[in-house]
């Protein structure tokens, strides 16, 4: 809802650009006013209510005595003791890994400013409805766990292949040239999105990329929540989710920053997507379909 958010400013912002030009850079007021809501952010988050102070009249709130950092440390190390999250890096790393090629290419490299800043719209609005969607299947408590799993899975592997699919058939039209394979040889000008007869494949595109990307965050937390039924367990496993998330996104914006080809970025993230599938079928097919309370808190004797 952020990004929505961010996105919506952006765009207005930005509405009466000259959407001709081939290329123009963003004005100050967009990083002004994008800056202004992080501070404000930032500053909201001074107004919450100390844990003691809340109480809930339909729920048991659990409260846990906090960890120092010696014995933080000393759990964080034993959790790669457990095959099962290790399993899940390939997954991981390339949670976040495509958004650079999505970005970039179709809509960094296709549109102009403005029409870059509607397509942020969409994108984030489809993730919103991808996530809602899968949530039903993932909730579904009259299908065991394992075959939930198994059933997401397979939507977000035919999903990716299909849309991996259309963005190598646009880029082969559209997008690379025979020399550099990273210029735009069809037009002449970014697209703007009142061309409609130019700007309706590749914003549908870029929807659907965002509907893919939004299954396959949802998989992986998903699966991250089957692993344990303590919080504190969980919120290790979802920081270590998090860092591989962001040393695969750190490596694709090396990628784009070396002017790597768009057929060659096209190559890797799809590749590594592919080779992410294996394990985490490996991993769905274990799920354990009862609950289990699995490394319970402090769990490490440091005594």
């Given at each position: 809802?952020?990004?929505?958010?961010?996105?919506?400013?952006?765009?207005?912002?930005?509405?009466?650009?000259?959407?001709?030009?081939?290329?123009?850079?963003?004005?100050?007021?967009?990083?002004?006013?994008?800056?202004?809501?992080?501070?404000?952010?930032?500053?909201?988050?001074?107004?919450?209510?100390?844990?003691?102070?809340?109480?809930?009249?339909?729920?048991?709130?659990?409260?846990?005595?906090?960890?120092?950092?010696?014995?933080?440390?000393?759990?964080?190390?034993?959790?790669?003791?457990?095959?099962?999250?290790?399993?899940?890096?390939?997954?991981?790393?390339?949670?976040?890994?495509?958004?650079?090629?999505?970005?970039?290419?179709?809509?960094?490299?296709?549109?102009?400013?403005?029409?870059?800043?509607?397509?942020?719209?969409?994108?984030?609005?489809?993730?919103?409805?991808?996530?809602?969607?899968?949530?039903f299947l993932h909730d579904y408590k009259h299908l065991p766990r394992r075959w939930r799993g198994t059933i997401s899975l397979v939507i977000v592997t035919m999903l990716t292949?299909?849309?991996?699919?259309?963005?190598?058939?646009?880029?082969?039209?559209?997008?690379?040239?025979?020399?550099?394979?990273?210029?735009?040889?069809?037009?002449?000008?970014?697209?703007?999105?009142?061309q409609f007869k130019r700007s309706g494949i590749p914003t549908t595109l870029f929807f659907s990329m965002g509907v893919v990307a939004a299954l396959w965050q949802s998989l992986?937390?998903?699966?991250?929540?089957?692993?344990?039924?303590?919080?504190?367990?969980?919120?290790?496993?979802?920081?270590?989710?998090?860092?591989?998330?962001?040393?695969?996104?750190?490596v694709a914006w090396q990628l784009e920053a070396q002017s790597v080809s768009f057929m060659v970025q096209i190559i890797v993230n799809w590749s590594l997507v592919v080779a992410?599938?294996?394990?985490?079928?490996?991993?769905?097919?274990?799920?354990?379909?009862?609950?289990?309370?699995?490394?319970?808190?402090?769990?490490?004797?440091?005594?």
């Amino acid at each position: 809802m952020g990004a929505i958010c961010g996105s919506i400013v952006l765009f207005a912002i930005n509405f009466n650009q000259n959407y001709r030009l081939s290329y123009a850079p963003p004005p100050m007021a967009s990083y002004i006013v994008l800056a202004s809501l992080e501070v404000l952010g930032a500053f909201c988050a001074l107004l919450l209510v100390p844990f003691a102070n809340v109480h809930r009249e339909v729920m048991c709130i659990r409260s846990y005595d906090f960890l120092d950092a010696r014995i933080e440390a000393y759990e964080m190390l034993y959790m790669f003791r457990d095959r099962w999250i290790l399993v899940l890096i390939p997954l991981f790393l390339v949670s976040n890994f495509f958004y650079t090629y999505q970005w970039t290419l179709v809509n960094g490299a296709t549109f102009n400013l403005r029409t870059r800043a509607f397509n942020s719209i969409i994108y984030w609005t489809s993730q919103i409805l991808a996530a809602f969607a899968i949530s039903f299947l993932h909730d579904y408590k009259h299908l065991p766990r394992r075959w939930r799993g198994t059933i997401s899975l397979v939507i977000v592997t035919m999903l990716t292949c299909i849309v991996w699919g259309c963005s190598l058939a646009y880029q082969l039209v559209h997008l690379d040239s025979p020399l550099t394979g990273r210029a735009d040889a069809a037009t002449d000008s970014l697209i703007d999105f009142t061309q409609f007869k130019r700007s309706g494949i590749p914003t549908t595109l870029f929807f659907s990329m965002g509907v893919v990307a939004a299954l396959w965050q949802s998989l992986a937390y998903w699966l991250i929540g089957t692993m344990s039924e303590d919080s504190a367990m969980i919120a290790r496993y979802a920081g270590f989710h998090k860092s591989i998330q962001s040393m695969g996104a750190m490596v694709a914006w090396q990628l784009e920053a070396q002017s790597v080809s768009f057929m060659v970025q096209i190559i890797v993230n799809w590749s590594l997507v592919v080779a992410a599938l294996p394990p985490t079928l490996y991993f769905t097919l274990n799920i354990k379909n009862e609950r289990q309370e699995k490394y319970p808190m402090n769990f490490i004797d440091i005594a």
